[in-house]
């Protein structure tokens, strides 16, 4: 015969096991994807009707060819049923409902054919391939691997991984750094994600991961698990900071990752394109490890606002620039090592605030308490900022305060009791004067100050509360402080939710939209009563 893949059985075993050789895939799904592109060629002889099998013997190349009919009383289908008579042709003792085949000749495939069979086989082919890479890469994301660079499409570097092929998108590469075609190249494997056409293997020379990978490959005490690099950041290709701890106390882990004269770090400098790497030790106590994350600025005094998860950080004058690093790196990075917000101010700016917050609370005890300025001065200088601190600490504690007794310590609880009375009054008739329905002030752990900020937001209803997220409501406003040219800009980082200044835990937003949803299932409840009484009627 003509065709190869109907006559020579040699040659037929040698295609299938150089193409599973070169694709790195099993022999069987070769085998399999020439039986079906040899089943596709015989349907377009004998006609695509017939339900044609093909078996091609992995060990000798035999080929065979049978068409599967089935048996029946009388014929509806000719090309996939025979009648009882001509079936005992084919096998004595055929019946009824029985299936079985008819040999077919092999075909000789001619042009047209051998070409859709190739189509056929290469597809097949393909759709292994692409299980194989996604098999062997899917379970590696967080592993450095190296490659060659293929080629640099819209600014994506595309890197040969030798079975597979990643990309380094353009905001995964280091700026600056130049990818030249055939260089070797280092990434760390971001992910991997099955698509379409066929694995897609992100790879990542940016990540603060890469960094500690490299570091782990350097320093042989962070890949026993001797020191570890508890937090990690990154300014891509200028400068980085990581914190470091090693659970043996005769191990300095700074020591171990800087290396005899730098060398280890030096490494790692290298391969990041010469990015500045301040390793520093980490600390549990958050206030000493951001006084370390911020070197090699000094810093006079950590105050923690878990809140809010904002850190305020006083230097002194001249080590403001430092602290703060040029356009803000320093600072930045610092907050990204503590997750947490952080704001620097020297020492001239704490204090002003500090006065500037304690003549503000003075004034607010002054007016709501109706007490003189040395009264309200020595309530705030004890510590207290808010009313309800007054009105509901232990009266013990107040009338122990020097120059306090008893007498003046329950006045001042029933004056700040009244005060909130008054403030809650007052918001009660703004509330409603924005049109707040009193439904909502029946929902727990909302104040009336808090159905204010509700109304002016546009929520009136328990529907307009129901409709938001958990985070729409709750979330805290955050803002970034910046200096330039000496002096201090905000801007909003997120907008936060609704009533994102109030400190609402996540537990306490989701108990207020699932009881403003509440009577969404009241109201199916009576209609699901009804169809009841209805049902037990009818019986």
Partial sequence: ?????????????????????????????????????????????????????????????????WRVVEVVEEVEDY???????????????????????????PVDLGRIDAQSAKQVIFQKVRD????????????????????VIKSVEFGHVIVNLGRAEGVIRRDQQIPREAARIGERVRALILKVERQNRGPQIFLSRAHPEFMKKLFAQEVPEIYDGIIEIKAAA????????IGVISRDSSIDPVGACVGMKGSRVQAVVQELQGEKIDIIPWSEDTATFVVNALQPATVSRVVIDEDEARIEVVVP?????????????NVRLASQLTASAIDIMTEAEAS???????????????????????????????????????????????????????????ELQSRAVEALERREEASREARRALGVEDALAELPH???????????????????????????????????????????????????????????????????????????????????SEEAANAESSQ
């Fill in 352 to 410: 002003e605030k500090r006065q500037k917050e304690f003549a503000e609370r003075s004034k607010m005890f002054e007016e709501e308490l109706d007490v003189d300025e040395t009264l309200s001065q020595l309530l705030v200088a004890e510590g207290f900022a808010e009313l309800e601190e007054v009105a509901y600490i232990d009266l013990a504690e107040l009338a122990a305060i020097e120059g306090f007794d008893e007498d003046l310590g329950e």
């Fill in 1 to 65: 015969m003509a065709s190869a893949i109907s006559a020579n059985r040699a040659e037929l075993l040698a295609i299938a096991n150089a193409v599973a050789t070169e694709k790195m895939i099993d022999k069987s799904i070769v085998i399999e994807a020439m039986e079906e592109a040899i089943q596709k060629s015989a349907r377009n002889r004998y006609g695509a009707e017939n339900d044609i099998r093909a078996k091609l013997d992995p060990r000798t190349g035999d080929l065979r060819l």
């Fill in 79 to 105: 090309f996939k049923q025979v009648d009882l008579k001509a079936a005992e042709k084919l096998q004595p003792g055929a019946a009824i409902g029985d299936f079985i085949v008819d040999p077919l000749p």
């Fill in 446 to 528: 909302l104040t009336e100050a808090m159905l204010v900020t509700l109304g002016k937001a546009g929520i009136r209803t328990l529907d307009d509360l129901a409709d938001l997220a958990t985070d729409e409501l709750i979330a805290k406003k955050r803002t970034e402080q910046r200096r330039r040219d000496g002096a201090r800009r905000e801007r909003n980082e997120d907008k936060g939710g609704v009533l994102g200044d109030y400190s609402l835990s996540e537990e306490q937003g989701n108990e207020i939209i699932m009881a403003a949803r509440a009577h969404w299932f009241e109201d199916e409840e009576p209609a699901s």
């Fill in 317 to 329: 004058d001249d080590q403001l620039s430092l602290a703060i690093g040029r356009r803000g790196q």
């Fill in 234 to 241: 990154r300014d891509p290709g200028s400068r980085a900071k």
């Fill in 128 to 147: 292994a391939e692409r299980d194989r890479q996604y098999a062997e890469f899917k379970d590696r994301a967080g592993e450095i691997i190296t490659g």
